[in-house]
């Protein structure tokens, strides 16, 4: 299933009008549509964020995978193609909310290295702290 076609159903389930969502998106009925259709591929993050909010999904529903907060995260080893990596970077609230990135301006390539640094730097971080003891001096 597309994320459009999650879009619609969701939408619909939910009772949405197409125009309630255009409305508060800031969009055409034309572009829900197109969202729907998936003529528009590429939601930007922004829109992304709030259909998300809007129709009371987190992005992982929404692209697809199934949330569930019992489970253990796992992060990936690396990314390998822009719809896994951009599912990250929005999972990534940290991210969100320090920003001076913008996804919409980025190509596949682009956002597939900047998921795959953000991973590199994790790792890095986490090897640094790994064995730290209470009290040991870093």
């Known amino acids: 299933m597309?994320?459009?076609?999650?879009?619609?159903?969701?939408r619909k389930a939910k009772k949405i009008s197409v125009e309630f969502l255009a409305k508060e998106l800031g969009?055409?009925?034309t572009t829900i549509y197109r969202y729907e259709d998936s003529t528009i591929e590429k939601i930007p993050v922004k829109i992304f964020d709030r259909l998300c909010i809007?129709?009371?999904v987190?992005?992982?529903?929404?692209?697809g995978n199934k949330s569930t907060h019992s489970e253990k995260t796992e992060l990936p080893t690396e990314f390998r193609n822009a719809r896994d990596a951009?599912?990250?970077i929005l999972k990534t609230p940290?991210?969100?909310?320090?920003?001076?990135?913008n996804p919409d301006n980025m190509s596949d390539e682009t956002i597939v290295d900047f998921a795959n640094e953000i991973l590199q730097q994790l790792k890095l971080v986490s090897y640094?702290?790994?064995n730290i003891s209470p009290g040991d001096d870093i």
């Not at 987190?58 to 692209?63: D, F, R, S």
Request: zero cysteines.
């Open 128 to 130: 640094k702290y790994k």
């Open 86 to 88: 951009m599912e990250f």
């Open 27 to 29: 969009v055409s009925k």
């Open 54 to 56: 809007l129709l009371d």
């Open 2 to 10: 597309t994320i459009g076609e999650r879009i619609k159903n969701i």
């Open 58 to 63: 987190t992005p992982a529903e929404l692209m």
């Open 94 to 101: 940290t991210l969100a909310a320090y920003g001076g990135y």
